[in-house]
Structure formats: structure tokens, C-alpha cells
């Protein structure tokens, strides 16, 4: 089979189309079960109470901003070497996704402080730095809704993208270094002592539905890229006929 | 076809001379500098132990926001007025013609900044044993603030929104540098020495000042196609 | 475009001829031409006509990468491999609408400037230099001036000064021209079609595009009109359209 037919939003389109509801429906059910398993097997830690329930969304949500940080610089390398239409769109389509999920750590983040340390917002290195991720996924949707000639839009959002992902690892050691210096509060769950099984399990669905999320609402979206840009071609007009 | 030291040299006289021409510009920036430092005992009251306490942190701040100022003079005005085409069109190495330019922008605009530092250091009453650690971070640093805006200028060339947007896309990017610059005088304030802190920044000016022209000439092709 | 150098000694030293195939642009969403054929060789002028808005700056601005194409490919004409675009532009002197020149800047110093960049000048090239192609064109007292204070037409005549420059050294043998006689009077066109002459009877080559037919010169000249290349297909399927809803509104 050759993969990369689909390289072209013609033959990428009625795929897309296809695969989408069986994304759709594994995060309702990977969501249903890790919530359950969160929220309903997972025992009761004995020195946060029921608030550190939190973490099956907090820490699926920073993993999940993160990740797809990275799946956005990658199609953006084939965006800037190979020009491929279809990577631009994928990293627009994601990008939407990956913002909601830093918001999403960071606003989870920000519950689980309040009862636990006392404030609202504590400048842990790993919030921290899910803010500047944040930020910078603003950034590039920013750069992209500015610029008004398509292909510029995807070639600058890819470069900016690049820029990024090679600061993250700097922008991270530094945060750390710089909390370890001002001897910060630590939100760290792998520090803390063994988490009991039905705890990892229960991130670990909780992780798999973010991403099943990721890739359906991602899906979607360039779909809807796909029939705006190409709608002067035949088979998009044929289509929306 | 010029090589790419003539380049950078052609570049660099270049825009030397046109800033000589619109003093103004540098002026700006330096008096940016300033009035922003100016802002932060205004806003927090003129106790010693507080001012000296930010006194770093402020100065670093206000100067990651006055290099951030002289960014639009870096290639818009080349841009409108047919100059930086005509620079891509020519074939010479435009990445050392674009390091030519960050770095008149940075002995223009950055550079000043360094200098006039032991002033505002006296203001914030920071320990004079701190002054020259400051120096040296912000020495190291502003390079590295310009080349990271270079890059984002050249990407929102010519957008309506482009100061806005760059600042945007720069403070994130700057984060690293921040940290590390206003680290080296809390550092040394504590007893420890500023050393690493002083070595990661010269690591970064130097690996900012070998790829940023590269980085920011794609980005400037990008734009202008 | 392929990476290929093998056109570009051809290029530097005397040029060959650029050939351009199939090639198509789009300005945005609209495509401003497809299927464009041209050939050019040593010697040769290619005059681009066409109305406003037809592709012609886009064209000539697409031969040094400063637009994208959609498609299509250039190519030396000796070698028949495609050329690397940098090695095309280091070949080429774009003059575009922009007056390119610095206006802060005196008329000696923007051109000095240019010069460089043209490769006409090594560097410190002596003043006498610049102020004989400033005589040459007519701005021996505009010398000092502040480009921002000269005429519409005095800029024009500066860009002259330039192609005077760079024919002493001929490293750029493709001029590539955009409206180049646009606020020149009789004097100044005259002296356009005289540098233009000069360098292609050395062997030069030049692509004009301009709204108004010049006449001049002699050597091979190929005219061509950019609206022959405008897409035809959409223009029937709106109408086609247009048609279909009709007797769908009617039914």
C-alpha cells in the first residue's frame, strides 16, 4: 500500500472521514473507563484527601499539550523541506487541541494548588512551563491568523514552530533551574512515594482518550481545511455540490 | 559576488550609517530604558531593601523591552521602501547581510543599554560589587534578545499587527535568557558566583549568533515570496 | 526547482539563455497565468505586455524568488538542467517598481550601495566612479541630495546610473526590468534604450515588462502578452455555473 497517496488532501479527505468516528468513539470510551477507574477504583491518598483526583486530567492534559507540540514541529519539518499541503493543515488542524490542553493543565494545575498548598497559582517549574507553552502555541495561532497569504501563513507557523520546540528543553532546564534556585513548591506527583497501580492505570486511560481526542477533533478540522483551501478544485465542487 | 564577511561588513556600515542619520531611534530605546526602569520604585515604593531586592530583575525586564522596541527598525523599513527585496533578488549571502544588521541594531540599540546600567544600578541601590556581574549578563544577553527578534521579525513582516505579534512570539523565547541574566546578579548577591550563569549565556550568545542569521534569512524569504 | 549547479559557471561567465517551462502563478486565491512558455538567449530582449494586474511583475518577481510558482521549471539553455535560484539571481539585476533606494541616504551613497550589491564595485571604489555614471545620467547635481528630496523621475534616472554601473563590469549578464521607463521623459527613455542597446549587443540579456510597447533596439525580440496565459477554464465553468442555477431556478 502506498502511504503516500494520502499525502494528497484529495485522497486524505474520505480517510479522514472514515476514521474519525472510531477516534471519537475510543475517547468517550477510554475517558468513560479512566474516569471511572480515577474517580470511582482509585484509592483515597492519605495526604491530599480526594483533590489529587485531579491529576487523571491534569497530567493527561500536559502530556497531551506537549506531545503534540512535538507531532506539530514534526509535520512542520515536512511543511518546510517537502512544501507538503497536507502537513501545513495537519499542524493547523492540532494546534487549536494542543492550546486547549495546556489550558487545560494549567487551569487543573491551578485546583489542585488552591486546596494543597494554599494558592491559587504557584510557580512550579512544570506549571511554569506548561504557561510558556501555552504561550507559545498562542503565538503560533497568532502568526498564522495574521498572515492572510496561505502559504506564507504555513511556512512562518512551521518555522516558528521549529524555533520552539528547540527552545522548549531550554526553556524547561531553565524554569527548573530557576525554581530549584528560589526553592519553589513542587507539584511533582513522580516524586511522591510509589503511586499504587490502579493510579497509573488510571492516567494511563486517561492519557490514551486525550490523544484519541486529539486525533478526532484533529480530523475534523482539517477536513474542513482540506474543502476550504481546495475548493476551487473539481472534486470539491462536486462535493459541496 | 561578495563573500560572506563582505557582506556582513557591507550590511553593517550600512545600517551604522543610517542610524547615524536617525539618531532619534537610538535616543528612543535608551530613553524606553530608562522610563521603565522608572516605573517599577513608582510602583512599588522607594524602600532600599525592596528596590535592591528587584533592582536585577527590574533592569533586566525593562531592557528585554527596549530591545524589543528598536526590533521594527530591523527590516521594515528596507521592506518598504524596495531595499530589502532588492537585497533577497541579489543573490549575496543573505544571512551575513541579516547578521550585519543585528548587529548594528545591537550596538545601537543594546549596547547603550549595557552602559548606562551603573546609573540605574545606583537607583535601584544595588551593592556596587553587583554592578559589574549585571554589566557583563546584559552584555551577553542583549546579543542573544536581538538575534531571537530578528527571527521574529522577519516572520511578521509586514503584518498590521506585527509589534504586537512579535512581542508575543519573543517573550517566551526570551524566558531562558531572563532567567539566566537575572539569575547571575541574584547569584553573586548570594554569595554564590555568577559564573555559570554568566558561561550559559555566553553559550547562548554564541549559538544565537551563529544560527539566528540563518534562521531569520529563511524567515525573511519566507515573508517576501 | 533541482539543485543542479552545472549551469552556473555558464552563467557567470556568459550567459547562455534561461528557459521557462509550464510555468504558473497565483496571486492568493486568483491564477494570474498558466502554461507559460519563454525562451531567452545572449543577446535576446523578451518584452512582457499585458494590461495592470496581469502577472507581469509577479513573472519577473517569480524568476528571482521573490513570488512563489506554482508550477513549471527554469532552466539554463546550453546545459538544459535546471538552475539553482541563487545561482540565477547572482546572474541577474532586478530592477522592480520600488525605487529601492535608501532615503536617508545621498544619491552617491545609494548608489554606492547598489553597486555592491550588483557586484559593479569592489569595495571602496573610488568616488570618480560613481560620479561619472551620475553624469552619464544627468544627476551630477543631485549628487548630495538626499534621495528622499529628488523627483519621481530623478530616482528613475538614479536606477539608470545603476544599469550604467553595471554594464562596466558586466558580471549580472540577465537585466530583468519592471516598468523601467515609467516618470522618464524623452531625454531619460532615450538613454534607457541606449544602456539597454549597450548591453545586449555585449551579449546581455533583459526581460521588460511594461504596459506601453517600446521600440527599439536590434537583436532577436520576442513580445509577449501575459493575458494569452490567463486562465480560461474558470472563466467558463462560472459561466457554466451560472447557467446550471439558472434553469435550476427556473425548473
Given at each position: 500500500m502506498n502511504l503516500f497517496r494520502y499525502a494528497a488532501p484529495q485522497t486524505f479527505y474520505p480517510l479522514a472521514q472514515r476514521l474519525q468516528p472510531f477516534f471519537a468513539v475510543a475517547a468517550v470510551l477510554l475517558a468513560a473507563a479512566g474516569l471511572y477507574v480515577g474517580f470511582g477504583l482509585a484509592p483515597t491518598d492519605f495526604q491530599q484527601g480526594e483533590v489529587y483526583r485531579i491529576i487523571f486530567i491534569h497530567v493527561p492534559a500536559a502530556w497531551m499539550a506537549m506531545f503534540i507540540y512535538l507531532v506539530m514541529a514534526g509535520y512542520s519539518v515536512l511543511t518546510l523541506v517537502w512544501r507538503s499541503r497536507l502537513s501545513a493543515m495537519m499542524t493547523r488542524a492540532l494546534a487549536p487541541t494542543g492550546a486547549l490542553m495546556a489550558a487545560i493543565a494549567l487551569f487543573t494545575g491551578s485546583i489542585w494548588g488552591k486546596p494543597t498548598w494554599g494558592a491559587w497559582w504557584v510557580w512550579d517549574a512544570r506549571l511554569t512551563s506548561t504557561l510558556v507553552l501555552l504561550f507559545l502555541y498562542l503565538g503560533y495561532l497568532a502568526l498564522v491568523s495574521a498572515i492572510e497569504d496561505t502559504q506564507r501563513a504555513d511556512r512562518a507557523g512551521a518555522l516558528l514552530l521549529l524555533v520552539g520546540v528547540v527552545n522548549v528543553p531550554i526553556i524547561y532546564f531553565s524554569v527548573r533551574w530557576w525554581n530549584t534556585l528560589h526553592q519553589g513548591a513542587s507539584v511533582s506527583l513522580?516524586?511522591?512515594p510509589k503511586m499504587a497501580q490502579t493510579m497509573l492505570t488510571g492516567m494511563l486511560l486517561m492519557s490514551l482518550a486525550a490523544w484519541m481526542y486529539s486525533i478526532a477533533t484533529a480530523l475534523h478540522r482539517v477536513r474542513t481545511l482540506i474543502l476550504d483551501r481546495e475548493r476551487h478544485t473539481r472534486w470539491v465542487r462536486q462535493l459541496t455540490r | 559576488m561578495m563573500d560572506p564577511s563582505q557582506a556582513f561588513m557591507w550590511s553593517l556600515r550600512r545600517d551604522l550609517g543610517l542610524a547615524l542619520r536617525r539618531p532619534a531611534d537610538g535616543l528612543n530605546v535608551l530613553g524606553f530604558f530608562v522610563l521603565a526602569c522608572s516605573m517599577f520604585p513608582l510602583a512599588i515604593g522607594p524602600q532600599r531593601e525592596w528596590l535592591m531586592r528587584i533592582g536585577a530583575g527590574a533592569i533586566w525586564v525593562a531592557a528585554l523591552l527596549a530591545v524589543m522596541m528598536a526590533l521594527p527598525r530591523l527590516f521594515e523599513h528596507d521592506h518598504g521602501d524596495g531595499t530589502l527585496d532588492a537585497m533577497v533578488a541579489s543573490g549575496q549571502p543573505l544571512a551575513a547581510i541579516v547578521a550585519g544588521k543585528i548587529m548594528a541594531a545591537w550596538l545601537v540599540a543594546g549596547l547603550p543599554l549595557v552602559l548606562i546600567t551603573p546609573l540605574l544600578a545606583m537607583a535601584f541601590s544595588l551593592p556596587v560589587d553587583s554592578i559589574p556581574i549585571l554589566m557583563a549578563a546584559l552584555l551577553l544577553g542583549t546579543p542573544v534578545l536581538m538575534c531571537i527578534g530578528a527571527i521574529a521579525s522577519a516572520l511578521t513582516l509586514g503584518l498590521k499587527a506585527g509589534p504586537t505579534l512579535v512581542t508575543l512570539l519573543c517573550l517566551p523565547l526570551y524566558v531562558p535568557v531572563l532567567v539566566f541574566g537575572a539569575g547571575a546578579v541574584e547569584a553573586h548577591q548570594s554569595g554564590l558566583q555568577g559564573w555559570a550563569h554568566l558561561a550559559l549565556l555566553a553559550a547562548g550568545m554564541l549559538l544565537a549568533g551563529l544560527v539566528a542569521p540563518f534562521v531569520a534569512s529563511l524567515a525573511l524569504r519566507i515573508s517576501v515570496e | 526547482m533541482t539543485r543542479e549547479a552545472a549551469a552556473l559557471d555558464a552563467i557567470e561567465i556568459e550567459f547562455d539563455g534561461l528557459t521557462g517551462q509550464d510555468l504558473a502563478l497565483s496571486r492568493g486565491d486568483r491564477?494570474?497565468?498558466?502554461?507559460l512558455h519563454f525562451k531567452i538567449e545572449a543577446g535576446g530582449l523578451l518584452v512582457l505586455l499585458g494590461p495592470n494586474g496581469c502577472g507581469k511583475s509577479s513573472l519577473l518577481r517569480a524568476l528571482i524568488g521573490l513570488a512563489p510558482l506554482q508550477s513549471g521549471q527554469l532552466s539554463g539553455s546550453r546545459s538544459g538542467s535546471s538552475i539553482e535560484p541563487d545561482a540565477l539571481r547572482r546572474a541577474t539585476l532586478f530592477q522592480g517598481h520600488a525605487s529601492a533606494c535608501k532615503g536617508e541616504l545621498s544619491a552617491m551613497e545609494n548608489l554606492a550601495l547598489s553597486a555592491r550589491l550588483d557586484d559593479a564595485l569592489i569595495d571602496r571604489a573610488p568616488k570618480s566612479v560613481l560620479s561619472d555614471a551620475l553624469a552619464v545620467v544627468g544627476l551630477s547635481r543631485q549628487r548630495d541630495i538626499e534621495a528622499r528630496r529628488l523627483s519621481q523621475g530623478q530616482r528613475q534616472r538614479l536606477h539608470l546610473a545603476r544599469l550604467a554601473l553595471a554594464l562596466r563590469t558586466q558580471t549580472r549578464p540577465l537585466w530583468l526590468m519592471d516598468e523601467p521607463s515609467a516618470a522618464l521623459d524623452d531625454a531619460g527613455t532615450a538613454l534607457l534604450l541606449q544602456l539597454l542597446d549597450t548591453h545586449l549587443s555585449r551579449g546581455g540579456a533583459a526581460i521588460v515588462a511594461t504596459h506601453l510597447p517600446i521600440s527599439t533596439t536590434r537583436g532577436p525580440r520576442t513580445v509577449l502578452n501575459l493575458q494569452d496565459f490567463a486562465p480560461k477554464r474558470h472563466a467558463r465553468s462560472v459561466q457554466a455555473e451560472m447557467a446550471e442555477s439558472a434553469c435550476a431556478d427556473g425548473s
Open positions: 513522580t516524586t511522591a | - | 491564477r494570474l497565468f498558466e502554461h
